[in-house]
């Protein structure tokens, strides 16, 4: 049997600051200050990942145009992967997307 291709976004998500994990209907969710910033899990015979993106979101904007069943954009800046074990999402580009995500909800500095 294949490793669950969720699991190293699921531990890196753990290892962040101030994360708490939970779940949301099927789904595994990551928050953080009261904010969830990842939701992941199986789906439909796949796995779905959904991040909060707002600098990122013209490549998943791209990516949506170019691969419309693995990638979706979705309302208050969401962005939904779906993957498999034999297709996993590329380490770079989950790497980057649960950091956005995590960062976006972050208290802003105060002035």
């Not at 939970?22 to 200050?33: L, P």
């Not at 991040?51 to 990122?56: G, H, P, R, V």
């Not at 954009?73 to 962005?79: A, D, F, K, M, R």
């Not at 498999?84 to 790497?95: F, K, R, V």
């Amino acid at each position: 049997m294949s490793e669950d291709p969720t699991l190293p976004i699921r531990e890196r998500a753990s290892q962040l600051a101030h994360v708490d994990a939970g779940t949301a209907c099927t789904q595994t969710s990551f928050k953080t200050q009261g904010k969830a910033f990842l939701y992941i899990g199986p789906q439909g015979g796949r796995y779905k990942a959904m991040f909060k993106l707002s600098a990122s979101r013209d490549q998943a904007q791209r990516l949506a145009g170019e691969h419309p069943d693995d990638f979706q954009i979705g309302t208050q800046h969401w962005v939904t992967a779906r993957f498999s074990e034999e297709a996993p999402l590329p380490e770079a580009l989950w790497m980057a997307w649960l950091e956005e995500s995590y960062q976006l909800c972050q208290p802003k500095p105060k002035r």
